[in-house]
């Protein structure tokens, strides 16, 4: 047996350090040079830099495809695919024609066949969420409504021109009714936001609606805090059963059939109080 431990003890003293766990002290790190460290590399550089496109050189304008094309046109380049096409120029000529149309109050886009002299449509502006700028508005549309007939019932009606027409579908939800927990879907709301020339800002509310409002509110309030009764709403959070005893009303049911047996005794009792009342006044009245 103290052979075998000899032996091992041999065969340990004999297997180097690095194979043991070992954790390097800070004076035998290996010495580094500050001065060649670069903390801070460069992340661009090392690529071979390229002259810019010909296409990247025009920025100011509102039709870049035109102006690129002659721009290659004249370096002796071919000029890219992409911009081989005529969808500038038609864009110009449509730019230019809406100009004319604004300028002289005609309706910018095809005006429907169809004459609608009373319309039934319910469209209703909504207030403007925090991602839209002033020029852009909201309505509320039927669901059968389209952008066409919204810009052609806002130039008609409004005249206001819609330029750019969005649509949003709202989702529909799966909804509990109060009474009975019947499980239903909420209805399917149709939103379309426009842009407009003109900027439009909601104007605020009168102090005298703002007090309206809030005692409106104060009293919705209160009223909902008589109907709750005897709900938790009026104890402490963390107490339920045991803790918050509240006085109870008593209870001023009275069924039918005792109403009938217990009719005659009441109406005595009543005319009895009446009758007190009414010598009590003659005594005041009398001084006696």
Known sequence: MTSILRAVAGVARAIPRRFVHHKMSPKDYPKVNVADVDLNPPKYGFRRERKP?????????????????????????????????NNDEVARRNYERFQEEVAMGLPHFKVGNKKVYLPKARVILLHPLARHTPYQARFLVPRNFNKLDLRDYLWHVYGL?????????????????????????????????????????????????????????????????????????????DAFDGIFNKTELPNTFVSAKSQKVLKEKVDAMVAKEESAIDRRKVAQFLKL
């Open 53 to 85: 496109l010909l296409s990247q050189s025009v920025k100011d304008t509102l039709f870049p495809a035109v102006a690129i094309k002659e721009l290659y046109k004249n370096e002796g380049k071919p000029v890219p695919m992409k911009f081989r096409g």
């Open 161 to 237: 021109r819609a330029l750019n027409v969005t649509v949003q579908l709202t989702p529909r939800v799966w909804k509990r009714r109060q009474n009975d927990f019947a499980r239903h879907r909420s209805r399917q709301l149709k939103i379309m936001t426009i842009d407009m020339e003109e900027p439009f800002v909601w104007p605020k509310l009168p102090e005298k609606a703002q007090d309206m409002g809030y005692t409106r509110m104060k009293e919705q309030l209160e009223y909902s805090k008589r109907l709750m009764g005897k709900s938790d709403a009026e104890r402490p959070v």
